[in-house]
């Protein structure tokens, strides 16, 4: 986020977008939920009819995949209406001329026509939006898990930066990251093209740093992502995976090819339980849980949190830092850490943003990176003042249909997300009883009336159908969604997943398009 | 900036802070039940009067605005006294079941029937009886322990912003329920067990799956491991295992947590953790040692990489794991085996 967490009580305006906040980050929902009584104007976008749509001033029930051409409108409304921030996109933006003739095709009409939101509304939104002193985004993977996601991000921060909303208290561009540590996951490296704190493996400089702190010579070749990993595999470019704590035969799109990848590879899984995946390993590793171990996570604030060990792991089990450890000396690398304390300040050295931080500083209270000294308090707002480089150029973005739409076949849209009740593939939630007890099973919420089009009651079984293959679970007959649109949580097992698609990524960052797929649905015989 | 008197000590703050406030900053601690600083000042319960010199009566200090010269006793005779009836008359419609109530140890009005030298009620009436609400998977309500302070009300409203609770009917009768009474699992909770940390008594209470007391527990400040807000959270821990984990006031939750984090810790330990290395050996996963499976994957490095090269071995890191793990593992895949294959689920 480029912007703190406690931020949220300091907008006048909020956008939420392509985030189910109060199931998905239910903390923060009831933060949005509260500004938002207290007199924060709330805009809502999404394809379902959300709990957060009941508190909006303006709900946009978007088809899914659609968003670059509701920001484009947004844009264009603001501009037309003359309420773009003049003095800040001559001072700290790029290419704004050009951004407006990109925007002068997305008409309201033009823009209701695709996003299936009335036209009206979509002008209300900008209005609001433009009109609030400071205005906050809010995104989650609504907005990313698209085959044009980066994009659909750039034209949110296109908006933001032409309304002079950034860099300043209760404003901001702010994505909501799902897990507990991909802040901090990111933060170290674990990307195929840079080191800790986002120095890049290609740069001559960085990486020679990293070779004389490690003592090793490095490749500058930048490496394979998740979502090209199942591919190579096909393609024999990868022998062996170590999957430590991720279970993708849940997680990832195309269940069925990535569980022929699985099968092939020589397979090392890291985990607290036998998972989907680890079932399909050579070697399972017994990993320690969070309540087991000392160290740190980083939350989507980007605050340096503490995490202390409670209990003592079960029979052999062991924090992943020792495993790694252990593995690198058995490899003829010596490493000999005490603590994930030695480990912090290693990282330290290393990491420019992280360098102010130790663990007696967080004793008590986090700390916001980038904290680059010890004396400094931690940044709250990113791009105080002016844009770090790059980010206040104003690249033109167009809305592009995705390949999944638009054949007979699968006429309706399929998109995923969660429920409050189980996260992410339930290896953990799913052990709680009263979790299982009230979220017990898969289901696809239909619209009433394709319910009765088809003949479908409500709690019947249905069997829904992509290109990729057929899923049966139950129908939860209701108007959140709309006629066109089917939602599928993607906790469980055989699920959602099993109908995603898995070969077209995202151009810039590789991700899938979860939340777009075309799909046919049917009564189960 | 403001300067008043508190027990013969001077204390300077700032305007439009309460009396509760200034008496906090010097730290003098005034007994409440009904005072939590996120919600809107609601008075309920008197516990909190004070004695204002020049004031015709006793005043609340959690809602009494602290005032430049102010000269304030928070435990006179005055004082005494009227927190004593306060407690007498809670007494009187409250079951004195402490012997095997499961707040006992962190319950407020125990400590503070202590704290004033209250045995029993002196008034002898009718005592409020209601059927505990245990629809709820992760928590009950026993009503007939509430001592109507308002708090969780309020805390649904305000702070979690749900509305799924409020105070039904009137009178003696007062109490709180749902909509129409009709069970919390009818409702519109969310679980997320924030009126359960803020009940000062017994009446809103997590459900246990094993006994235990709150003066045998250990707490441990950590983070929660779910979702990337970030929650603070104790876990209590007794005899090796958590039983129950409680919201901590951080910077991104306030105070609160959701179900997951709050209830939802079966997992830590569960009966089907990983106790052991396995290896596959003729098609099944076989228990091994650690030394046996280390050699299995450093072996297999070595052969995949003499025959394909660095780059035909991948690594997916954690987005659950802590920081320095991901930091290790990729350390291991760029600076051991020599590969940038390295990536995490962050788009997943
Ligand atoms: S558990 Fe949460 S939602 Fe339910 S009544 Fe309590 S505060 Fe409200
Ligand atoms: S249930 Fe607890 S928090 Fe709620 S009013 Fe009663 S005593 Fe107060
Ligand atoms: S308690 Fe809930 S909202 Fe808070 S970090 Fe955990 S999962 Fe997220």
Sequence with gaps: MTNGIADIQKADALFVTGSNTTESHPVIGAQIKRAARNGAKLIVADPRKIPLAEEADIFLKIKPGTSIALHNAMMNVIINEGLQDDKYIRENTENYEELVESLKKYSLEYAAEITGVEAYLIREAAIMYASAEAASILYCMGITQHTNGTETVMSLSNLALITGNIGKVGTGVNPLRGQNNVQGACDMGALPNVYTGYQPVTNTGAREKFEQAWGVKLSDKIGLTVTETFKAIDEDRVKMLYICGENPMISDPDTHHAERALDKVFLVVQDLFLTETAELADVVLPAASFAEKDGTFVNTERRIQRVRKAVEAPGEAKPDWIIFMELMNRLGYEEHFNSAEEIFEEIRQLTPQYAGVTYERIKNKGIQWPCPTLDHPGTNVLHAGKPARGAGFLKPVEHLESLEIGEDKYPLVMTTGRMLYQYHTRTMTGKTEGINLIAPELYAEINPSLAQEKGITDGEVVKVTSRRGSVTMKAKVTDRVNKEVVFVPFHWDSGANVLTNGDELDKYCKIPGLKVTGVNIEKAD | ?348
């Design chain 2, 1 to 348: 900036m403001i300067t008043l008197n508190i027990n013969g000590f001077e204390v300077e703050i700032k305007e439009g802070s309460t009396i509760y406030q200034a008496a906090s900053s010097i730290g003098v601690k005034i007994p409440t039940l009904c005072h939590d600083e996120r919600l809107k000042p609601h008075g309920s319960c008197r516990i909190c009067v004070v004695e204002v010199e020049g004031a015709r009566s006793l005043v609340a200090s959690c809602s009494t605005p602290a005032s430049n010269g102010m000269v304030v006793h928070t435990e006179s005779e005055s004082v005494i006294t009227a927190r004593r009836e306060i407690l007498d008359l809670m007494l009187a419609n409250h079951p004195l079941d402490c012997l095997t109530c499961e707040k006992a140890g962190r319950c407020t009005l125990q400590d503070l029937c202590y704290q004033y030298d209250i045995e029993e009620s002196s008034f002898d009436g009718k005592k409020k009886k209601y059927e505990k609400d245990t629809s709820n998977e992760f928590y009950y309500a026993d009503q007939t322990k509430c001592i109507l302070c308002g708090k969780c009300v309020y805390v649904c409203s305000q702070v979690q912003n749900t509305d799924a609770i409020c105070f039904v009917d009137r009178g003696f009768e007062t109490h709180v329920g749902t909509p129409f009474d009709l069970g919390l699992a009818k409702s519109t909770c969310v679980s997320c067990g924030n009126c359960v940390a803020a009940c000062p008594v017994g009446a809103l209470m997590p459900k246990r799956k094993e006994k235990f007391r709150y003066w045998e527990i250990d707490k441990v400040k950590t983070t929660c491991s779910y979702c990337g807000v970030g929650c603070q959270m104790e876990l209590l821990v007794k005899d090796n295992k958590v039983v129950e984990v409680e919201p901590v006031k951080g910077h991104s939750n306030d105070g609160m947590l959701c179900v997951k984090g709050r209830f939802s810790y079966d997992f830590i330990n569960h009966s089907s953790r990983l106790k052991k290395p396995m290896v596959r050996k003729n098609g099944v996963l076989e228990e091994v040692s650690w030394d046996e499976a280390y050699d299995v994957i450093a072996n297999k490095i070595t052969e995949v990489k003499e025959s394909d090269g660095a780059d035909a071995i991948t690594g997916f890191s954690s987005a659950r794991a802590l920081t320095e793990e991901n930091y290790l593992m990729t350390k291991l895949m760029r600076a051991v085996i020599g590969t940038n294959n390295i990536d995490h689920c962050a788009r997943l």
